[in-house]
């Protein structure tokens, strides 16, 4: 089984990740410290492995800790294959991208309780996530954004699929939607948070927005 990793422990909130499936993808855990409520972000694959991801959080509050909401970043099978498990065992509540909700429940068999548009906030107990629609990788990418003006210390990006260390998700060879992601990219990330924000990618390791940055020009150049 995998293990979990501590990838920030912030003033308020602690970050934890998980890697699953052959597909490495990250599913990460947010945990309030003042209240115990949590986040996860992206039940991917590998139930069992979630679960223990869970467990490896019991004392990131002195609160008892409790999965409120998951946050599902886009539609793709990958990201959603234990959603339907994870969601009939916590009773946790759903939020995704409106435009990607029916590929979601496809997908998944899971209707999505909160359909997300860009700016939209969620607050579960105090933990707040701002959702940033990021159109290209799917119609309904959503980036779920904690903001460091919320008393986190720090912003931070669950970029999903649509933001890497090295460039925008994959849009196929599809140039509409490169401009498109690569425009929101620009536009709701880079041209509104600073570059010490992190970026939590949906497979991968973590960069910042200042790394990145100056590769803006050759990413738009090289098209994908």
């Known amino acids: 089984m995998n293990v979990s990793t501590l990838v920030l422990d912030l003033p308020s909130v602690v970050i934890r990740?998980?890697?699953?499936?052959?597909?490495?993808?990250?599913?990460?855990?947010?945990t309030a410290k003042r209240t115990g409520a949590q986040i996860l972000v992206d039940a991917a694959d590998d139930a069992p492995a979630v679960r223990a991801l869970?467990?490896?959080s019991a004392n990131d509050s002195q609160e008892p800790t409790e999965l409120k909401l998951i946050a599902t970043t886009h539609s793709h099978w990958d990201h959603v294959?234990?959603?339907?498990?994870?969601?009939a065992e916590t009773g946790a509540a759903t939020v995704a991208g409106r435009a990607d909700?029916?590929?979601?429940?496809?997908?998944s068999g899971v209707v999505t309780g909160r359909l997300l548009d860009h700016g939209d906030v969620v607050d579960v107990d105090g933990l707040v996530l701002k959702a940033v629609h990021l159109r290209g990788h799917t119609p309904g990418s959503i980036a779920y954004v904690l903001e460091a003006g919320g008393g986190s210390g720090a912003t931070v990006i669950l970029s999903g699929d649509s933001l890497f260390p090295g460039g925008v998700g994959n849009t196929e060879q599809d140039p509409e939607r490169f401009t498109s992601l690569l425009n929101d990219v620009e536009?709701?990330?880079f041209g509104v948070y600073p570059d010490d924000a992190f970026v939590?990618?949906?497979h991968g390791d973590?960069?910042?927005?200042?790394?990145?940055?100056?590769a803006l020009p050759e990413w738009r150049n090289r098209g994908w």
Do not use: Q
Not at 81 to 87: D, I, K, N, Q, V
Not at 101 to 107: D, K, L, P
């Open 17 to 30: 990740r998980i890697a699953v499936s052959a597909m490495a993808n990250n599913v990460y855990l947010l």
């Open 54 to 56: 869970l467990d490896a």
């Open 81 to 87: 294959r234990a959603l339907a498990e994870l969601t």
């Open 101 to 107: 909700s029916a590929a979601i429940e496809a997908e």
């Open 187 to 189: 536009e709701r990330l």
């Open 200 to 202: 939590l990618p949906g």
């Open 206 to 214: 973590a960069t910042t927005l200042g790394a990145e940055r100056p």
